[in-house]
């Protein structure tokens, strides 16, 4: 029989697939004898069941959760029904993956009419009775019910103001008495019954509200956002109730184990005397710091120090730790790996090895590829930032970076301006997970309440969005669409800045330097390149890139487009005059210019590059490209190249194409006009002879584009070498060089066997390989990838996760036969895929050699392919 329950005393943190992340650590906790409340955890399994199967809990599920009712009961010595011992549960969803905010939780489960009265007599207090009471009728109408929480919200804050109560923990218990009979009239209006009273139902229904929650709107963005699969289904933690609320020895907070912003080795944590859980994260009061509790409750503070420190060491890792004190008694409720901003995850990777508690390996499987691409965020200019004015400075800095953008008050309007190409800052009292599409679409996120755990906080240091939170300096009214700041007022639309390291909000845009990467970057990275096999490569093509490639850890140049380097106006019209040439004649002519201006753009690039391998990829773009669109540029084209206008018109018509991407373009612009590769490859050849007799060994690598036969090949190959055989007897010197192809096409792979013994390379361009494999195009798939995804006929993009099946077998196959026949043979990766990580786990299992990228991509892909070898695993290459 299928086991649906475990109590947390049979699990362990190893079950995570099974009991979701919060119920493998709540039963790992128990077992090393933290305070923690008992519980037990219905699985993943059975949420999966739950969807699978009509939505509705299965008998053997139900059987079991009476079983382990009982068993709990006799446990606690508690029961629903007890006058003397009253039992109260937590329900709470946990995934296997974290996802902070996006499921729901319901507290004070058990709780009726009846209950109530009980739990009032017997703690002798009303007040905190009802206002359990009425916490639970509203988490559970919104969560089991659907009952819009600003239903309730607004009738508490209305009462409140109605008898000038400033703070929650001002209403009496009649008041709260009052306001939970409101409340039950909100289920009879809402959701035309009645709120259950029978603790077993409250039960059942809420368990099925989280199963049925993995598959909301807003979980399944974060999912999607997150690369989280469906299939993996959500735990329920069924939990004992203590209570944060009982009064002012009591109370509930977050901490972190390491500072999650800086990384500095210092616990890190807020809290709230006479709060439950709920209040800390909402971010509706604001909490105070963990330092204070050493002063309130001083054996409590230095007993969490003492756990704190046991669950860094016991999970190798900063903790993310939930706890409650119920009468100066701590009971801890979660753990977790702490999210922390990309810096913050750097530091304390390094500081983690560097005080012995984990290795490097270790290390570089503790940092998200994701944190790298965050370090090469922008800061504001210093200079730019003296001259701003200042609206707000009273933020905390909840998650770094700099934006400037439109000021937008709703999750809608920031999502329909983003899809607009407007760039917004979202600005919010707080931010609920609703809010989670328009945070993804906004550059920043600005909020006036809660604190540096408050869920825009957290949602935006895991997503790498500037955020500021807490700006009580400043007044966010969303009804009326106005911030208040103490010299003004801004609308919807106004410009700010929002600088998410200091917690700073300026008026206008404020211009943006690079990022700066810390020492602890560095030996990060260092670290990361000692484990990786694979190597990575940059795509690049003008020396600051080139520079900046190098400097994060390139091995090389994997792609230099040759046509970018025409772009420039003094080149473009040489290859206007190239392309629009009658005779072969003018066309040597037109490219003997063209040619000077390669041998510069050569030499500087061998030259950055030294003696690392260089690919130099020859023409491939259709023609047209680089030809005049507009009527006006075509004058001034026909008057630069002294041809008639209609003479022009004529000549662009015939090299128009139907399907440019299958056209005229690659190595047939060369099979048609040989010339242009030979004086590419002279061009290279020449700057690195120039080179060598400087001393500079370097290393060009030819490589010829979209080849689909062999003979295409070997056609080139003859003419290429045949140019640089002649040159090196002209300059009395040898050239090192390789030469090579890419392959793009279908058939190229089925020939790879043959076409790799004519190749001293082979780098797969992903790009049209996918385009020519899927028969998609690269440059329209997107008008309907996106159905493609929603209706679950593809679950990647293939243009920028490996399609494993179809290319996947493809690239697999291709290699192995050609390493078969040419085992010195080089292989790797340029197309986009090179920079995605998932992508890079099957390359380095396939032992390419290497894969590139563009070079602010470099870090992150160092990053997986370090990754990639530490998880290990080989396909088979012979
Ligand atoms: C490719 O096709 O993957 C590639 C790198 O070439 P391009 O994107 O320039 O066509
Ligand atoms: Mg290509």
Not at 61 to 90: G, I, N, P, Y
Not at 277 to 300: C, F, S, W, Y
Not at 423 to 435: A, F, K, N, W, Y
Request: aromatic letters at 8%; one cysteine or more.
């Amino acid at each position: 029989m299928t086991k649906y329950i475990y109590a947390f005393d049979e699990g362990k943190k190893a079950m995570k697939d099974l009991l979701g992340g919060k119920g493998a650590n709540l039963a790992e906790m128990k077992r090393l004898g933290l305070p923690v409340p008992d519980g037990f955890t219905l699985t993943t399994q059975a949420c999966i069941e739950y969807l699978n199967h009509g939505s509705k809990l299965s008998e053997e599920v139900m059987e079991s959760l009476h079983e382990q009712l009982e068993a709990f009961s006799k446990r606690t010595k508690k029961s629903f029904s007890s006058e003397e011992a009253l039992l109260l549960v937590s329900v709470r969803s946990g995934a296997k993956i974290s996802m902070p905010g996006m499921m729901d939780t319901i507290l004070n489960l058990g709780l009726n009419d009846n209950n109530v009265k009980i739990l009032a007599e017997k703690t002798n207090d009303e007040r905190f009775a009802y206002d359990c009471y009425r916490r639970l009728l509203q988490m559970f109408g919104e969560v089991v019910y659907d009952i819009p929480m600003a239903l309730f919200d607004t009738y508490f804050n209305q009462y409140k103001s109605r008898y000038h109560y400033q703070n929650d923990a001002d209403i009496p218990a009649e008041g709260l008495r009052e306001i939970c009979e409101y409340y039950k009239n909100v289920y009879l209006e809402e959701a035309y019954k009645p709120f259950p009273q029978e603790p077993i139902v409250q039960l059942t229904e809420a368990i099925e509200a989280v199963f049925k929650s993995w598959d909301n709107d807003r979980a399944r963005v974060y999912r999607q956002l997150n690369e989280i699969p469906y299939g993996i289904g959500t735990a329920v933690n069924i939990q004992e109730m203590v209570f944060g609320n009982s009064g002012n020895q009591s109370g509930t907070g977050v901490a972190f184990t390491r500072n999650p912003v800086t990384g500095e080795a210092k616990l890190f944590g807020e809290y709230l005397l006479n709060a439950q859980g709920e209040d800390v994260v909402a971010g509706i009061r604001t909490p105070k710091n963990i330092e204070t509790l050493k002063v309130q409750m001083p054996h409590v503070h230095q007993q969490f120090l003492k756990v704190a420190q046991q669950l860094e060491m016991h999970y190798k890792d900063m903790q993310d730790i939930e706890f409650t004190i119920e009468n100066e008694q701590l009971y801890i409720l979660q753990t977790r790996n702490g999210k922390r901003t990309a810096n913050a995850a750097i530091h304390i990777a390094v500081d983690l090895v560097e005080e012995g508690i984990i290795s490097k390996k270790e290390a570089v499987m503790n940092v998200e590829v994701k944190s790298i691409d965050q370090l090469l965020h922008p800061n504001f200019d210093d200079n730019a930032l003296e001259a701003a004015t200042i609206i707000s400075k009273m933020g905390l800095p909840a998650s770094p970076g700099a934006a400037s953008g439109q000021i937008v008050f709703s999750a809608e309007t920031a999502k329909l301006k983003a899809e607009q190409g407007a760039h917004v800052i979202l600005m919010r009292p707080e931010t609920s997970p609703e809010d989670i599409e328009g945070m993804i679409a906004s550059k920043a996120i600005v909020t006036t309440h809660g604190g540096m755990t408050s869920h825009a906080a957290v949602v935006a240091r895991g997503m790498g969005k500037c955020c500021v939170t807490g700006c009580s300096d400043i007044e966010i009214n969303i009804i009326d669409k106005k911030v208040t700041y103490p010299n003004g007022t801004l609308n919807e639309g106004d410009i700010i800045s929002v600088d998410g390291a200091k917690g700073d909000i300026y008026l206008d845009e404020v211009k943006t330097t690079k990022a700066e990467r810390s020492k602890d970057f560095e030996t990060f990275m260092q670290w990361s390149e000692e484990v990786a096999r694979l190597d990575v490569r940059m795509n690049a093509e003008t020396p600051q890139d080139i520079q900046a490639g190098y400097q994060f850890g390139a091995k090389g140049i994997g792609l230099v487009r040759t046509e970018h380097m025409f772009f420039g106006a003094e080149r473009l019209i040489e290859m206007r005059r190239f392309i629009l040439s009658y005779t072969q004649e003018n066309r040597i002519n037109a490219l003997n210019k063209i040619k000077q201006y390669q041998k510069e753009d050569f030499e500087t690039i061998l030259k950055l590059s030294g003696e690392r391998p260089t690919i130099i990829r020859l023409l491939d773009p259709p023609l047209h490209e680089f030809l005049p669109k507009s009527t006006e540029e075509k004058h001034s084209v026909a008057r630069q190249l002294n041809v008639s206008f209609s003479e022009l018109e004529h000549y662009i018509a015939s090299l128009n194409e139907v399907n440019p991407m299958l056209g005229h373009r690659g190595c047939r612009l060369a099979i048609t006009y040989p010339e242009l590769y030979i004086m590419q490859a002279e061009a290279i050849v020449e700057s690195a002879l120039k080179l060598k007799q400087q001393g500079i060994d370097c290393q060009p690598e030819i490589m010829i584009p979209l080849v689909s036969s062999v003979s295409e090949f070997t056609t080139l190959k003859a003419q290429i070498i045949d140019k640089i055989e002649r040159l090196e007897i002209e300059m009395d010197e040898s050239a090192h060089y390789l030469l090579g192809t890419m392959i793009e096409t279908p058939r190229a792979c089925l020939i790879a066997e043959d076409l790799a013994k004519e190749c001293d390379f082979f780098s797969f361009g992903t790009n049209d390989l996918t385009q020519l494999t899927f028969g998609f195009s690269r440059d329209d798939a997107g008008k309907f990838i996106n159905a493609y995804s929603e209706q679950g006929i593809l679950d990647i993009d293939p243009f920028q996760t490996l399609d494993l099946e179809g290319v996947g077998q493809l690239i697999q196959r291709t290699t192995e036969q050609a390493k078969s026949v040419n085992p010195t043979i080089k292989i790797g990766v340029c197309g986009e895929l090179g920079g995605d990580h998932r992508s890079i786990q099957y390359f380095n299992q396939l032992e390419l050699d290497y894969v590139s990228c563009s070079p602010f991509r470099v870090p992150g892909a160092l990053l997986s392919t370090a990754q990639s070898e530490v998880k290990g695993g080989r396909l088979r290459v012979q």
